[in-house]
C-alpha cells in the first residue's frame, strides 16, 4: 500500500456548510477566552469580578461543548471495480483489520461483479462468492452484514459491529439504471440508508459511464441518480435529504490534455499534484454546484486505472484495430472516488425573505442556530492498496470518524433467555418491548452462534405472539422446542428482527448452551467414561 504523505484530516460537520461558520465560531471562542483573561487580570477580592471569572468561564466551556459530540465511531469504505473477477484468496489486508481504534462500519460497494445470466441467477438464490468472502472474513470477528443490495455488476454490502445493531433502524435499498438510456443496469446506482443512532446516513455506489469525453455525461448520471432515487418516507425521501451522504465508485473521470508519457512521468517521480488540475471530476466541481457540496480527501495516491492484471504495471496493452480505427493503451486515471456531503443547513426564514433571488446561497449556507444532535466527519485516510492483481482496477479505500451524539442509547426490545439451556429441555426466552415501534407478528427472534454473519443467519427462530400485539413493558414469555437447539451447545445471543424495520432491534447478552446428553447418544462427541474417551 502507498504511504499516505503527512497532511492535515478532512473533517466536515452538520453544524456547518462553510468555512465562514467554523471561523465565526474559533473567533467567539477566542472572544470569550479573551474575557475571562482580562477577568482574571483584574482579580480583585469584590464579589463581583468572582462571579464575572466563573460566568465567563462557564460561557467558553459551554462553547467549546456545543461543537464536541460525545461518541466517535470508525467507518472503513472500499470501492473497486473487480472486472467480473473471483475474488482474492484474502482481503485482510483490504480492510485493514488492525487499525486502532477499531472500525465499527464496512461499507463495501463493488462494481462489475460477474453478472454473466446463469451466474447472475445463481447469485440470487444463494449468496456470491464476493460477498461470501466479505462475510467469512469479518464474521469471526464479530461484524455482522446488515444488509446488501445488488443491480447486476453493482454490489453494496454493509458490515457493522454486533454490539451496533439494535441501533441500525428502518433501512431500506434502492438502485437506478443509466445503462442504454436507463433500461440496462450495467452502469447506474445503488445505495442504502438507514438511522444509526438516530442519524440518518446514506450510502451510494456508482458506475457511471466510460471513456474520456463522456465527463458531461457522467455528471448528468451522477446528478440523475441523486435525483431519481428515493426512499419510502414522506418527509425526506430522497438520498440528499440525508444528514450524511457517502457516494463512491467507478465514477470514471480520467485526466484531460496531458499524454500518457508526461501522466506516467509525473506518477514515477512522485509529482501527482501536476495531474491535479486536469481532473476531470475536480474540473467539474468549479462548474457544477452540486458537485460543491461534496467533499473529497487530497489525491495522494497513484492513479487506480487502468493495469495490467496481476500487476502493478500501468496498461502495456498493444495497439489494436477494430474497423479500420487505430487502438490505443488506456491513459492513467482517477477513477475510483470516494466522496462525502454534509446536508448544508438553511438559513432561518427572516433571512431568506430578505433575499429571495439569492437560491443557491440559501441552499448551501449554514443555519446560524446550534444542532442539538451535530454530527462531524474526519476522513483520517484515503489511499488504494496496489497489492491486490485480480483486476484492472486498484481498489480504494477510506477511513472515516464519525462523531455525534446519540439520540437514543437503549434497544427497542430488550430479549434474555431464561434459566440454563441444552437440547436436553424445551428452552424459554422473554422479550420486552421498552420502546413503542410499528411492531408486527410477523417479527421474530432468532437463536444465533456467537459469530453469525447476517441476521438470515440463525440457528432457529420463533415467531413473536401472534394473538396480539404487545404492551409497552409486558414482559412476554415464548418457548423453544429442546429438538430446534444445537445438540453441541455453545455460545450463543438472540435477536428480536423487525420485519417492518428490516433489522434486528434487540440483541440479548452472549450466553452458553450446554452440550446435549443426546450429542452423546448420537455419536457427536465421544462418550467420557472414567475420564477416558470411548
Not at 266 to 292: A, C, V
Request: with cysteine; hydrophobic share 35%; aromatic share 10%.
Amino acid at each position: 500500500m502507498d504511504p499516505l504523505p503527512d497532511s492535515p484530516r478532512v473533517r466536515s460537520d452538520s453544524t456547518s456548510s462553510s468555512t465562514s461558520q467554523s471561523s465565526r465560531s474559533k473567533t467567539l471562542l477566542r472572544q470569550r477566552l479573551s474575557q475571562l483573561m482580562t477577568c482574571i487580570e483584574d482579580l480583585s477580592s469584590d464579589d463581583e469580578a468572582g462571579e464575572e471569572v466563573s460566568r465567563t468561564l462557564d460561557e467558553a466551556f459551554q462553547l467549546c461543548g456545543r461543537f464536541i459530540p460525545t461518541d466517535a465511531f470508525r467507518l472503513h469504505v472500499v470501492t473497486w471495480n473487480v472486472a467480473t473477477a473471483e475474488p482474492p484468496e484474502d482481503v485482510t489486508a483490504l480492510l485493514q483489520l488492525d487499525v486502532q481504534p477499531p472500525t465499527d462500519l464496512y461499507v463495501i460497494g463493488l462494481q462489475e461483479v460477474s453478472a454473466a445470466p446463469v451466474k447472475f441467477i445463481s447469485d440470487l438464490i444463494v449468496e456470491d462468492s464476493w460477498s461470501h468472502l466479505f462475510m467469512d472474513t469479518l464474521a469471526p470477528l464479530g461484524f455482522v452484514k446488515v444488509t446488501s443490495v445488488r443491480m447486476q455488476g453493482l454490489l453494496l454490502l454493509i458490515f457493522a459491529k454486533q454490539m451496533h445493531l439494535p441501533y441500525i433502524r428502518n433501512i431500506q435499498t434502492t438502485y437506478t439504471r443509466t445503462g442504454i438510456f436507463g433500461y440496462w443496469g450495467n452502469k447506474g446506482g445503488v445505495s442504502v440508508r438507514f438511522s444509526f443512532y438516530g442519524h440518518m446516513v446514506c450510502f451510494l455506489n456508482c458506475h457511471l459511464a466510460a471513456h474520456m469525453h463522456n465527463a458531461l455525461q457522467r455528471v448528468d448520471e451522477f446528478e440523475y441518480i441523486l435525483e431519481e432515487q428515493d426512499f419510502d418516507i414522506f418527509d425526506t425521501p430522497h438520498i440528499l435529504d440525508r444528514k450524511v451522504v457517502f457516494c463512491f465508485g467507478d465514477l470514471n473521470f480520467r485526466i484531460e490534455d496531458h499524454g500518457l508519457h508526461f501522466i506516467r512521468s509525473s506518477i514515477n517521480s512522485g509529482r501527482l499534484n501536476l495531474l491535479w488540475s486536469k481532473d476531470q471530476l475536480t474540473m467539474m466541481k468549479k462548474k457544477e454546484p452540486f458537485l460543491q457540496e461534496f467533499e473529497e480527501g487530497p489525491l495522494n495516491f497513484k492513479p487506480t486505472y487502468k493495469f495490467d492484471r496481476k500487476s502493478d504495471t500501468y496498461d502495456t496493452s498493444a495497439p489494436k484495430t477494430w474497423l479500420g480505427f487505430n487502438g490505443k493503451k488506456r491513459k492513467p486515471a482517477w477513477t475510483d472516488r470516494i466522496l462525502w456531503r454534509i446536508k448544508p443547513k438553511s438559513l432561518p426564514l427572516e433571512e431568506e425573505n430578505d433575499d429571495d433571488d439569492d437560491d443557491e446561497k440559501a441552499s448551501t449556507s449554514a443555519d446560524s442556530g446550534q444542532d442539538e444532535y451535530p454530527i462531524l466527519v474526519t476522513q483520517n485516510q484515503y489511499t488504494s492498496d496496489m497489492r491486490y492483481g485480480v483486476s484492472d482496477h486498484k481498489p480504494v479505500t477510506a477511513n472515516f470518524t464519525l462523531e455525534l451524539r446519540k439520540y437514543f442509547d437503549t434497544p427497542l426490545v430488550h430479549v434474555a433467555p431464561v434459566g440454563v439451556w441444552s437440547a436436553d429441555d424445551n428452552a424459554l426466552l422473554t422479550y420486552v418491548i421498552q420502546e413503542d415501534f410499528m411492531s408486527s407478528t410477523w417479527d421474530w427472534i432468532g437463536l444465533y452462534k456467537v459469530g453469525f454473519k447476517s441476521p438470515s443467519d440463525y440457528e432457529t427462530f420463533v415467531w413473536v405472539r401472534e394473538n396480539e400485539l404487545p404492551e409497552m413493558n409486558e414482559v412476554i414469555q415464548k418457548s423453544v422446542d429442546k429438538d430446534e437447539i444445537p445438540l453441541l451447545g455453545g455460545e450463543y445471543v438472540l435477536g428480536y428482527y423487525s420485519t417492518n424495520m428490516q433489522s434486528i432491534i434487540g440483541l440479548s447478552a452472549n450466553f452458553q448452551i450446554l452440550e446435549s446428553k443426546r450429542a452423546v447418544m448420537e455419536g457427536l462427541v465421544p462418550e467420557d467414561i472414567n475420564g477416558i474417551n470411548k
